[in-house]
């Protein structure tokens, strides 16, 4: 399992919007022109985060976007279910009358169903606000000069 192009760019652009929109609404220019992401592709992301009340618009010159609920309400798993539909590994269902079906169920519910549980418990308890304190804490240094 990966996580397509689209999906890894909707996390850096939601983590980006937190961290950036502490002063206001954030333009998808500078989000695209500091993640070196193509503003057309975050405007096919950002569209469909508008459409599930992620993210809202605000319009004027000095419009942009904000997170529409919390950082802290916002999960991986949210990020996923909006631009893919399902992270979960498909059903392998095999035929009714196949002398298969008991190691095809075993595998079912042993394997398949077992991970997509594990993802469910880690997407849908991992939030933006984690996301971006790691970040924060991690990568956001600003060098500090002293005179």
Known sequence: MSFSKKTRY?????IDLAVNSQNGPVSLGSIAKRNG?????LEQIFAAFRSARVVRSVKGPQG??????????VTVADVLQV???TYHLDNQVAQPNSE????AD????LVIDKVNHELDEILENLTI????????EHYDRQEMYYI
């Open 37 to 41: 992401i193509s503003q057309q592709f």
């Open 83 to 85: 631009l893919e539909g």
């Open 64 to 73: 942009g976007y904000q997170l529409a609920k919390s950082a802290a309400e």
């Open 10 to 14: 909707g996390l850096i652009s939601l």
């Open 129 to 136: 606000s984690q996301l971006v304190l790691y970040y924060s």
């Open 100 to 103: 298969y079906v008991g190691i």
């Open 106 to 109: 075993t595998i079912q519910r």
